[in-house]
């Protein structure tokens, strides 16, 4: 009842009537509403009701329930000695308390602490063993984790446990492993067989997985949308479009998401928007995906039109439009979406933001994130590195790899290889080799880090060494990869190597070349005056964005003084790119060279009329915790006479060296 603004409650605890009785699940939930009535309450309520509370907590604190709970909430906090003292002054354990205790621990990474509490525990079910098994498969000890389930008693090993086991397998790529244990099972079932087909899937063995389905004994909507995602992620459309049309079952949301999604990944979006709008319903996952779509094949336009026409943005959505101004170099509009139409921000928002500067401004927009409560990840910390790496920053370099231990980073692959690359781009080549080195476990991201670090430094025997490393390790190399081992070939002029690296990467390596690959071939040609080579070479490739293989050719040809080939590259660039100032100007200054004064004054003068100029020559360095920059013509620093004087005596022996 209510006098005035004093409240009183009746009955036991903080039950409006005098009849009804707490139980267990009744006490849990209104211990749960606390913050509800602290917020409703008036001041006196409040103090009545911390009381009675009080009163409540002492009452149950024999309650395993309330035990077990207390337990699995401090586990869930990372509070793992406090979860392990309320274990130990429990009065009465029950089966559920102890499979908390092994669920807990090995969700910490404390998994030998997991194994000892589960050898000691008395009348073991399916749970405690399945809780140990995931266990041993979320550190990644599939050995230890196929002992315990051999060991499982045959009345517990029930479907959950094979489930449990054959996943372990496919997410660590062992899928033979998992075919052997699925011709094992007593009983293949339809969610046995879908979690085999997804491993199939994500292997890209589609015959595999198609002889599977077929021998399935039955299907559900599950299996035919996964064998729809396997055709699409290897781009057979055709057959993807068939088993989708061919579907016995009502299609639901996933079904129709996963051929959007595989119509996207192929590049072919009128089929996805079609597709899209003829959906009978769309959820916001159809919606994300179209949107995502979009965005990756550069049609950010039409993104923003679907955003709009959403019935509901959510986090997702809203990054991928965020994303697309990124990838457009659209910086005002991203920050201008970011900072006031986003609607929520998560740190995935901060972290696409960041990756889109490459300047100092990272540091800045690192505060906010701190100031807004976000936690740091791996992706934070490795678009920091790339931009202390980018500007030579080595002093914010340190500072951030200081962040990355105390944030627990330090042994995340990602995070490793970016700091590899920002010590060696700073002439740091004995730490970058030192944090290799000290890694784990290598993948293709840290193998390319050290050999670009060794292809900046000029180093190009150790260069060629860590790839024969590499592939020995049963590394697949990727185009980064052979981008760094043609950069080595191209400093160090080994044409030979070279040519048989490019080759070995198409043929050995079924590894299509980008325009990235060509340029560096065209330098490597080129340094050697190779120049009708280079292009014979790049002749075939489209004169489109990104033009760098014709950009160096036409560079190379400058510097040997080839001028009729240089003129003819030039014209072929300015056909598609006219305002590109650089090449305008190489292109001038090889007409006069030529003595074609007036072919060159024509250059300059639509160079003029187009507004485009060439940015200037800039450097800078770091010391003393600033950094100083120099730009082409700049008189302005104070220490011009002195700095001016040091370049000329370094111009000099560099000059007597040869």
């Not at 008036?42 to 207390?70: E, Q, V, Y």
């Not at 991928?320 to 920050?335: K, P, T």
């Not at 701190?370 to 790339?386: C, G, K, N, V």
């Not at 043929?507 to 050697?528: F, K, T």
Request: aromatic share 10%; with cysteine; glycine share 6%.
């Amino acid at each position: 009842m209510r006098s005035g603004h004093r409240w009183t409650f009746r009955g036991l605890g903080c039950c409006p009537h005098p009849h009804l009785h707490l139980h267990q699940p009744t006490h849990f939930g209104s211990l749960c509403c606390c913050s509800w009535f602290r917020r409703m309450l008036l001041p006196g309520a409040k103090r009545l009701f911390h009381g009675t509370a009080s009163a409540m907590t002492s009452k149950f604190h024999d309650d395993t329930f309330t035990w077990n709970i207390k337990i699995t909430s401090c586990f869930k906090r990372g509070e793992v000695e406090p979860a392990r003292k309320l274990f130990e002054e429990m009065p009465q354990r029950n089966v559920v308390s102890w499979n908390c205790m092994i669920s807990g621990l090995a969700r910490n990474h404390l998994i030998a602490e997991a194994r000892k509490v589960f050898d000691v525990m008395p009348g073991k079910n399916s749970v405690s063993w399945t809780a140990m098994l995931s266990g041993y498969i979320g550190c990644g000890n599939l050995e230890e984790a196929r002992s315990l389930f051999d060991r499982i008693p045959g009345e517990l090993k029930n479907g959950v446990c094979w489930d449990v086991m054959l996943n372990g397998y496919v997410r660590n790529g062992r899928v033979e492993d998992a075919r052997e244990l699925l011709d094992e099972a007593p009983w293949p079932s339809v969610s046995l067989c879908n979690r085999m087909l997804s491993g199939y899937v994500q292997m890209g063995r589609v015959e595999e997985a198609y002889e599977l389905f077929k021998s399935m004994p039955r299907h559900d909507v599950a299996s035919w949308t996964t064998m729809i995602t396997c055709f699409a992620k290897m781009g057979l459309m055709e057959m993807a479009r068939n088993m989708f049309e061919d579907m016995p079952f009502q299609k639901d949301v996933t079904c129709w998401t996963a051929m959007i999604q595989g119509f996207m990944q192929n590049g072919m979006v009128e089929e996805a928007s079609s597709l899209f709008y003829t959906m009978p319903h769309r959820d916001i996952v159809a919606w994300n995906c179209m949107i995502s779509g979009l965005v990756q094949d550069g049609k950010l336009k039409e993104a923003l039109d679907l955003y709009e026409k959403m019935p509901r943005q959510d986090i997702v959505s809203s990054n991928s439009i965020l994303c697309g101004f990124v990838r457009e170099g659209d910086m005002i509009s991203a920050r201008n979406f970011f900072e006031n139409v986003m609607p929520h921000r998560d740190v995935t928002s901060w972290n696409t933001l960041i990756s889109g500067y490459e300047t100092e401004e990272v540091f800045l927009l690192y505060a906010q994130l701190l100031r807004h409560r976000f936690r740091p990840d791996q992706a934070t910390y490795a678009s920091m590195i790339s931009v202390c790496g980018a500007l030579a920053l080595q002093g914010c370099g340190k500072a951030i790899h200081l962040c990355v231990i105390k944030s627990g980073y330090a042994s995340d692959a990602k995070v490793v290889s970016s700091l590899i690359s920002m010590y060696s781009k700073c002439g740091q080549i004995i730490d970058a080799a030192f944090l290799f080195e000290s890694m784990e476990k290598h993948d293709a991201v840290s193998w390319n880090a050290m050999i670009l670090a060794q292809a900046y430094h000029g180093t190009a025997k150790k260069a060629l060494e860590l790839l024969f490393l590499m592939i020995q390790a049963a590394c697949k190399p990727n185009h980064v990869t052979f981008l760094a081992i043609l950069t080595v070939c191209a400093h160090w002029g080994l044409v030979e190597e070279g040519l048989r690296y490019f080759r070995s990467m198409v043929q050995a390596w079924n590894i299509v070349p980008r325009p990235e690959h060509y340029a560096c071939m065209v330098d490597l040609l080129g340094r050697s005056g190779l120049l009708y080579e280079a292009y014979e070479l790049v002749k075939e490739l489209p004169v489109e964005i990104p033009a760098y293989p014709w950009e160096t050719l036409l560079n190379c040809s400058k510097i040997h003084g080839n001028y009729v080939l240089g003129e003819l590259v030039g014209q072929k660039i300015l056909c598609v790119r006219p305002s590109n100032a650089e090449m305008n100007v190489l292109l001038s200054n090889i007409y006069a060279a030529k003595g074609l004064w007036a072919e060159a004054a024509s250059v300059r003068t639509t160079l003029k009329h187009l507004n485009a100029k060439k940015d200037a020559g800039c450097s800078w360095i770091e010391l003393g915790g600033a950094v100083y920059k120099f730009v082409y013509n700049d008189r302005s620093h104070p220490q011009t006479e002195q700095i001016y004087r040091e370049v000329m005596k370094l111009s000099d022996m560099v000059k007597k060296i040869g």
